[in-house]
């Protein structure tokens, strides 16, 4: 389903979505904009959370994994 939508544009703005997108295609340009800006910001708000979530178990992740190095070589 679609909605109509009454949006207010700075005017370079609209002489750039007139060169990107002929009369008519104006609204699939923006829907394929705005879902590619959402979508980035997710992934960036994802990429945010795994670096903090790293840094936060760093220390633990560390003391774990010296204590596998401690392990003796059960090779042949």
Do not use: C, Y
Not at 29 to 53: P, S, T, Y
């Amino acid at each position: 389903m679609n909605r109509r939508l009454n949006i207010t544009l700075p005017e370079q703005t609209v002489r750039m979505l007139d060169r990107a997108a002929p009369r008519g295609q104006r609204s699939r340009l923006i829907d394929e904009a705005v879902r590619h800006f959402v979508n980035e910001q997710g992934r960036a708000n994802l990429r945010k959370q795994l670096a903090l979530g790293a840094a936060a178990r760093s220390e633990r992740d560390r003391e774990i994994a010296e204590e596998w190095f401690v392990l003796p070589d059960l090779s042949p």
